[in-house]
């Protein structure tokens, strides 16, 4: 069970570190969508919310995968006592 706790945390690392990774790709997308003319002025906030809200949900993704890594530590240090 450590050693699957190991590598667990090991994947929760790695999405909390690529979650900046996320915010920047809605970024570039927004202004590429604007600078190529997808889009026009007043679709700018609405298109803006939708992105974050794409990214928004690797953020939900990396907290439940963060309280699961918690919850199987806890799981091994009950059963260690």
Same mark, same amino acid.
């Given at each position: 069970?450590?050693?699957?706790?190991?590598?667990?945390?090991l994947?929760?690392?790695?999405?909390?570190?690529? !979650?900046?990774v996320?915010?920047? #790709?809605?970024?570039?997308? %927004?202004?590429?969508?604007?600078?190529?003319? *997808?889009?026009?002025?007043?679709?700018?906030?609405?298109?803006?919310?939708?992105?974050?809200?794409?990214? !928004?949900?690797?953020?939900?993704? #990396?907290?439940?995968?963060? %309280?699961?890594?918690?919850r199987?530590?806890? *799981?091994?240090?009950?059963?260690?006592?």
């Amino acid at each position: 069970m450590l050693l699957g706790i190991i590598f667990f945390s090991l994947a929760v690392l790695f999405q909390l570190v690529t !979650l900046p990774v996320e915010f920047n #790709a809605s970024n570039r997308a %927004m202004a590429q969508m604007v600078s190529s003319g *997808i889009i026009r002025n007043d679709e700018e906030q609405e298109t803006k919310k939708v992105l974050n809200a794409a990214a !928004l949900t690797y953020v939900a993704a #990396a907290l439940v995968a963060l %309280m699961e890594l918690v919850r199987l530590i806890m *799981i091994y240090l009950s059963r260690r006592n």
